[in-house]
């Protein structure tokens, strides 16, 4: 009920969405129920952790990417490749993503650089880092 209301008022943020790494073995949602969600409830600003859903990216690159949603970057670092971020990136748009980090579980510099190592615009990076943000308060 609270998820319903929260998407009523457009504030939502995901939260445990996939895989916790405090509790590995428990998958909590996958690329196909957020869809599900996206299509029955149909918010205007859904904010995903982990850039869809944690290590499960090639089902957000064929499920979810391009549907509106906000993708974030914590904890994504150094598991997904260089190349499929930026396929990401460029299916959902440099729009849609926010920079993020988990901390202590990654550390901030190393998340920033990994964004500013990759093969993107100036643009889009700024997108990414702040303006994104800016555009959803």
């Known amino acids: 009920r609270r998820f319903a209301k929260a998407c009523k008022y457009h504030i939502l943020k995901s939260r ?3 895989k916790d790494y405090g509790y590995v073995t428990e998958i909590r949602c996958t690329p196909q129920r957020i869809l599900d969600v996206a ?3 149909k918010p205007k600003r859904l904010v995903m952790a982990h850039l869809g859903a944690n290590s499960m990216w ?3 690159e064929k499920t979810i ?3 509106g949603l906000y993708f974030d ?3 994504i670092n ?6 499929q971020l930026v396929r990401i990136i460029r299916a959902n748009g440099a729009d849609k993503i926010l920079f993020a980090t ?3 579980w990654n550390d901030q510099k190393k998340d920033i650089d990994f964004i500013e190592r990759q093969n993107i615009s100036t643009e889009e990076k700024s997108m990414i880092f702040s303006k994104n ?3 959803l308060i």
Do not use: W
């Open 102 to 104: 988990d901390s202590p």
């Open 16 to 18: 445990f969405m996939l």
């Open 58 to 60: 090639y089902d957000v």
């Open 78 to 83: 150094p598991r997904i490749s260089d190349e």
């Open 39 to 41: 299509r029955d409830l």
């Open 65 to 67: 990417c391009g549907l």
């Open 133 to 135: 943000a800016l555009n």
């Open 73 to 75: 970057t914590a904890f």
